[in-house]
């Protein structure tokens, strides 16, 4: 009940919060600057609100309590969802948190970039035990192979740390410490899908079984979503951030989108971009009825003026592509089925989520021969080292020289 007021909010908001999604692609025009998120990132949300620093609220609120803040789904149209106000460039990411129960419900742990790189972690709230690995580079959709489901036990009851080592050369996602996949540059189209550009971390709920999304969508998610059975609700106690090439901004010197053209103004800035200091709204408007008002981007922002970049109210949102409101599409499969043959039309734009868009196109369901990219790593006991602030990054201080010295042969 205490959203309510969400889903009475105005369609005019929601267009003014469209740069939550993707305000302006560099590979198409001219953007500003992504401002850098620290050099060490830390955010413990059992700390309450006050402590929240560097994160908008992009979509709902949030509740904060003993075990961290609370991102529910109480009602149709809620998707609790915030950003950070910063970006890495590649980094060590640690979420801990646990996920939503409830069928239909998607809880989501999200890297996303400007023009569509992407790294995923979701929970779909109707599988026990699993959770969904996914990436796409430059929001290229036509590939279906990148989905991996890793087995984690508990994941709606038990907080489990959901990591990402993200660096030029590969890129792995951890379960409490164990590596559990890696995926080469090279291995995702000969680096041309893989994700390298600056991104923000977005964490959010989302009813992809909604009985308004499409059919996939809703299959994906699981089977459609029964409301009476709300609140659903994922807890996040915590967030470790490492980024790998500090700095004050990121700078697309040009539109290949590849990370080679990324120049990191002020490199070695550790405190970053004066964002990573601001509160964190503790009741932001969301924008809600997302699901219902059928628009292609997230909905709700802390305080649109604030970020508000070009394009954002002139543009119909219903576009699926281009400068706004441009949307991703990530095909999931699960392992023996294949995509539908190349001739067939692109997926359509997602149904509209609420604060995250990704991963809700239908998967396809005919039969797949081949092995999803990358590998999952079930036999690995050795942990990597722990988040370690400072530490960790002193171990990748060599590669974050390299970064800088590629960044300043562009100044
Ligand atoms: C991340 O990957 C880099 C390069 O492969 C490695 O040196 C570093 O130890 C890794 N860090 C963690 C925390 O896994
Ligand atoms: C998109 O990905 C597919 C599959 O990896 C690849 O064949 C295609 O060239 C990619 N498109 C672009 C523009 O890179
Ligand atoms: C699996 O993980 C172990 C321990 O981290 C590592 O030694 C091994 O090289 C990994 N195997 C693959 C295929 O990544």
Known sequence: MRFTSYVAASAAAALASAQTFTACNPMEKECPNNPAIAATFETNFKAGADAVKGWKQTAGTLKY?????DF???????????????YLHFGYIEVKAKAAAGKGIISSIVLQSEDLDEVDWEFIG?????????????????TYDRMIEADVSNTKTEFHTYALNWTAESLTWIIDSKPIRTLNFADANGGKNYPQTPSTVRIGIWAGGDPANNKGTIEWAGGETDYTQ???????????ITNYSPGSEYKWTDKTGSFESIEVIEPGKAE????????????????GGGLQSQINVPTGSADPAATSPPCTTEVPVTKPSGDCGTSTVTIT??????PPATTEAPAPPPETTGGIVTDTAP???????????GSVNTTTTAPPAEFTGAASHNKVGAFVGLMAG??????
């Not at 149209?77 to 915030?82: E, H, L, N, R, V």
């Not at 590629?406 to 100044?411: C, D, K, S, Y």
């Open 333 to 338: 499969l699960t392992s023996g089925e294949q």
């Open 72 to 86: 529910t789904i109480a009602a149709k149209g809620d998707a609790p969802t915030i950003q950070s106000e910063g």
């Open 363 to 373: 998967a396809p369901s005919v039969p797949y021969p081949t092995a999803p990219t």
């Open 406 to 411: 590629a960044a300043i042969m562009f100044v």
């Open 272 to 287: 970053g971009a004066p964002v990573n200091s601001v509160v964190i709204a503790p009741s932001a408007t969301a924008t």
């Open 65 to 69: 309590g003993d075990a961290g803040a």
């Open 126 to 142: 109707g599988v026990d035990n699993k959770v969904q690995m996914n990436y796409f580079g430059k929001g290229n959709v036509s």
């Open 230 to 240: 709300a609140p659903f609700t994922m807890t996040v106690e915590s967030v470790k």
